[in-house]
């Protein structure tokens, strides 16, 4: 695949790596890296962290050039990947830390420009270079923060942009120099725009979008006798059941029975995703996970109905008219139920409102924390949307007269039977 972006080089390859014979494949990897100018960067499968990984291979020869063993029958060839796969993240870590885990081979980073002296770079002041880019102010703070900079390189009496992390330091995906060849600040405008808002998104933690997965959390594993990090050991934790009382709730059936079922702190949950220590697994649920989900999502179906009926809860509404009653849930189903209060019954009188067929509202209770009133209160306004008032009052009407007929009738019969 040609790749006119990817800084200075021409072309991107996607390799696969499985784990037969993986280390002859580690290390024809680490042999041509050592002979050629080029980046590669190392991802994990979504669905099974722990097998098969990918490479992303930056360089300036063409496939029908690659002097590296790919689509070979040799024991040491690598697959290659048409096309990125859709289902891929990038370990935060540099291909030399795994030659060094896998080979016991250590290899330094080499700098993208190892002539280039401190001096010769020039901070730039960001709230005046790109003071028309959106969220500039909080791109700002984050520089403080991490310590990174924009930086101007003069290159033949030009100057080049660029985001600077700081020596041999990685960040994410990026190494050293986010953009090494935008010479003009239109197109580092455009660049640097795409990595702020993405931070941005980062900072804006949305907790909603971990529920209904499985988590796998990524731990570092120490040598005590030097106290380095020698490999990455991932496991499973669980599926996210819900949010309530800003806690996560989890079920790992892994777990003794007693532990099965635990909770984690929003605040912890969101600093383990920040940090790349949760990563959502995309495994397909097991029946007995499957059975815990739905019991979890009846029980918080059965306490959200009492608080649709609560008069003090939903603000004084008058439960004399039609009102949200409960919900059932049926996979991405939403059937609405609704009542009203009759004073001639003194008694509620209740009728189905209802169908939605709607994947992201069901995904939206599921992660509706019921402790939240607010947010329960908007919930509620959601689902009442899809209600046809008039036609439920109808209904409830011609059910209250039904009701109150049969009534008259019982009461007729006890004073026939009286007489």
């Avoid at 695949?1 to 014979?21: F, P």
């Avoid at 002097?67 to 040799?74: G, P």
């Avoid at 290159?155 to 330091?169: A, I, M, R, S």
């Avoid at 009188?349 to 209802?354: D, K, L, P, S, T």
Wanted: proline share 1%; glycine share 2%.
């Amino acid at each position: 695949m040609r790749n006119v972006n990817a800084n200075h080089y021409i072309y991107t390859h996607w390799l696969k790596l499985d784990s037969n014979n993986e280390i002859k494949k580690w290390n024809n990897l680490k042999n041509y890296k050592e002979k050629y100018d080029c980046s590669m960067t190392v991802f994990y499968y979504d669905y099974n962290p722990l097998e098969d990984k990918v490479i992303k291979l930056d360089c300036n020869q063409s496939y029908s050039e690659l002097d590296l063993d790919v689509d070979s029958q040799s024991e040491g060839s690598l697959k290659k990947i048409q096309n990125k796969p859709t289902n891929i993240t990038p370990y935060n870590r540099t291909i030399n830390s795994f030659f060094k885990e896998k080979l016991g081979v250590e290899i330094k980073e080499k700098s993208l420009f190892p002539n280039l002296k401190l001096e010769d770079l020039i901070e730039v002041d960001v709230l005046n270079e790109f003071k028309n880019l959106d969220n500039i102010d909080f791109f700002s703070s984050l520089l403080k923060r991490e310590n990174w900079k924009v930086v101007k390189i003069k290159d033949n009496k030009v100057y080049k942009y660029q985001l600077y992390f700081g020596k041999e330091k990685q960040v994410g995906n990026r190494f050293e120099f986010a953009y090494s060849s935008f010479m003009y600040k239109s197109r580092m405008d455009d660049r640097l725009q795409r990595f702020i808002n993405n931070y941005k998104a980062n900072e804006e933690f949305d907790i909603s979008k971990y529920v209904d997965h499985k988590i796998n959390a990524f731990e570092d594993i120490y040598q005590f006798s030097t106290g380095e990090k020698i490999r990455t050991n991932v496991r499973c934790i669980g599926v996210v059941l819900g949010i309530e009382d800003n806690k996560v709730d989890i079920f790992d059936f892994k777990n003794p029975r007693s532990y099965q079922h635990y909770s984690i702190n929003i605040k912890d949950f969101e600093k383990f995703i920040k940090e790349g220590s949760y990563k959502v697994n995309y495994n397909s649920f097991s029946n007995l996970e499957k059975m815990e989900m739905r019991k979890y999502e009846l029980k918080k179906i059965e306490k959200f109905a009492e608080l649709c009926g609560d008069w003090d809860y939903r603000k004084n509404i008058d439960m004399t008219e039609a009102h949200l009653q409960s919900i059932d849930i049926d996979e991405d189903s939403i059937t609405i139920n609704c009542e009203k209060y009759s004073t001639d019954l003194d008694d509620y009188i209740f009728c189905e409102a209802g169908n939605i067929i709607d994947k992201k509202l069901v995904h939206l209770f599921h992660a509706l924390d019921l402790s939240k009133h607010e947010d329960v209160l908007n919930f509620i306004s959601k689902v009442e949307d899809h209600i046809d008032f008039n036609k439920v009052s109808d209904e409830l009407y011609s059910k209250e007269q039904k009701e109150l007929s049969n009534l008259d009738k019982e009461q007729e019969v006890e004073l026939d039977y009286g007489e």
